[in-house]
């Protein structure tokens, strides 16, 4: 349903563009998320896009969320990586999300694969 890609292996300060696709077309009021989980670490919030963008406060300021509904695609944009930012990334997508509940995991219901992200200091 699902697929992520883009990740990689980056220096602290770089950059990189993950990408995550839908097999089939989404409704545009369907919420796209962006997770990550870190060696050792429950997985967390990253971004969701439903209509706006919603990031944690951790890579807010430093990534973008975008949206490409002919491609059935989202995007996210990381700059200034720091090696915290290393993790696996997922992407999850929702179709009747509550609003108070988008940065939680148990709130999606398809999930990609993940694709690793390493930022080396």
């Known amino acids: 349903q699902l697929q992520a890609f883009g990740g990689g292996l980056v220096q602290a300060g770089g950059s990189l563009r993950l990408s995550c696709v839908h097999s089939?077309?989404?409704?545009?009021?369907?919420?796209i998320g962006w997770f990550r989980q870190a060696p050792g670490k429950e997985r967390e919030f990253v971004a969701a896009f439903r209509w706006r963008e919603y990031y944690a406060d951790s890579v807010k300021g430093r990534s973008t969320i975008s949206r490409d509904n002919l491609k059935n695609a989202v995007y996210l944009q990381m700059n200034s990586l720091k090696p915290e930012d290393t993790a696996v990334y997922y992407c999850?997508?929702?179709?009747?999300?509550?609003?108070?509940?988008?940065?939680?995991?148990?709130?999606?219901?398809?999930w990609g694969q993940g694709t690793l992200v390493t930022v080396s200091s």
């Open positions: 999850a997508s929702g179709s009747s999300i509550i609003l108070s509940t988008i940065t939680k995991e148990t709130a999606y219901e398809f």
């Open positions: 089939s077309r989404t409704s545009r009021s369907t919420t």
